[in-house]
């Protein structure tokens, strides 16, 4: 069984900090593609980055140069860290895992970051 499981989610004033991690479980997790995605009120998911086995990462131009994705296949957990963050970057962000035994999503982690 598949499991994805999000932590680190918040509440942030703009301008500050947060790091969410995703621990995986179930799947081979070196050979997986790994991604965060976020869905605001009101607005539809959207990709926030990802990275494949590789580690060859990919940004929303909307958080290029503030954020970060890292894997450590060792611990199969993936990182987001979040730096300079807006009031527009307040969402539910979600853990997504994209490999050869299929695509699986975590149950979300909130961030809030207050103006």
């Known amino acids: 069984q598949v499991q994805l499981a999000e932590s680190g989610g918040g509440l942030v004033q703009a301008g500050g900090s947060l790091r969410v991690s995703c621990v995986a479980s179930g799947i081979m997790f070196s050979r997986t593609a790994m991604g965060w995605y976020r869905r605001a009120p009101g607005k539809q998911r959207e990709l926030v980055a990802i990275?494949?086995?590789?580690?060859?990462?990919d940004y929303n131009n909307s958080v290029k140069g503030r954020f970060t994705i890292s894997r450590d296949n060792a611990k199969n957990t993936v990182l987001l860290q979040m730096n300079s963050l807006k009031p527009e970057d307040t969402a539910i962000y979600y853990c997504?895992?994209?490999?050869?035994?299929?695509?699986?999503w975590g149950q979300g982690t909130q961030v809030t970051v207050s103006s």
């Open positions: 997504n895992a994209n490999g050869w035994s299929g695509n699986y």
């Open positions: 990275i494949d086995r590789s580690g060859v990462t």
